[in-house]
């Protein structure tokens, strides 16, 4: 059985940042993301968002920050459980990336 890339354990590792940690803006959109679709719908568990999340591969899984891990597990969720289609936001980035590089 493979590890998945959440499991460090036994693995040899650094020691441990202990130091207390202020959410940024970021961080706080992509738990209210989390937190609205889950009263939209109520099988988006924290069961669903970390199993999603441990799906990712493991160069992904390790050089993305922790919400930003929330952030692709959640996008991968809301296309299985058909919220919304891959297609829809790919065109939403590509609109978002061409207005903003009209304002560079």
């Given at each position: ?20 940690y ?12 989390r ?36 952030l ?5 969720t ?27």
């Amino acid at each position: 059985m493979s590890r998945l890339p959440s499991d460090y354990g036994g693995q040899p590792a650094g020691p441990i940042d202990q130091s207390a940690y202020e959410p940024n803006l970021f961080d706080k959109r992509v738990d209210a993301m989390r937190i609205l679709m889950g009263k939209v719908d109520p099988k988006m568990t924290s069961d669903v968002s970390r199993r999603t999340q441990e799906e990712l591969d493991q160069a992904t899984y390790d050089n993305a920050p922790y919400y930003g891990r929330w952030l692709l597990g959640l996008h991968k969720t809301l296309i299985e459980r058909g919220h919304l289609e891959r297609e829809a936001i790919e065109a939403r980035v590509a609109a978002i990336k061409r207005r903003n590089a009209g304002t560079r």
